[in-house]
């Protein structure tokens, strides 16, 4: 099985930043793609950003230039460097692994962290 940790959430000011931490446990062989979603209230859970094992990354427009993703693929971590934060950016964040291939499997599976609460106010 594969455990999925956050950390770094909380509440900051706007213009303030975080950094969100989600480490990825198990018997794991790779990882294809990592990510974040979020989900504010009354909303749809969204993408925020995503990296690849390549490094490859995507992002929603409303973060560009303001978010940063990154990974360790010898850690199995990937980190979310939130900067220029908005009221609008308050939400539970979650962390993703898409196509976890774990030790004895045949193919990958998704897993969810539990998320982690980003609020931005005064």
């Known amino acids: 099985q594969v455990q999925l940790v956050e950390s770094g959430g909380g509440l900051v000011q706007p213009g303030g930043s975080l950094r969100l931490s989600c480490a990825a446990s198990g018997s794991i062989l790779s990882i294809n793609t990592m990510g974040w979603y979020r989900r504010a209230p009354g909303k749809q859970r969204e993408l925020v950003a995503a990296?690849?094992?390549?490094?490859?990354?995507n992002y929603a427009d409303s973060v560009k230039g303001r978010f940063t993703v990154s990974r360790d693929n010898a850690k199995n971590t990937v980190y979310l460097q939130m900067n220029g934060l908005k009221p609008e950016d308050t939400a539970v964040y979650y962390c993703n692994a898409d196509k976890v291939l774990l030790v004895g499997a045949l193919w990958g599976y998704n897993y969810w962290g539990q998320g982690t609460q980003v609020t931005v106010s005064s």
């Open positions: 990296i690849t094992s390549g490094r490859s990354t």
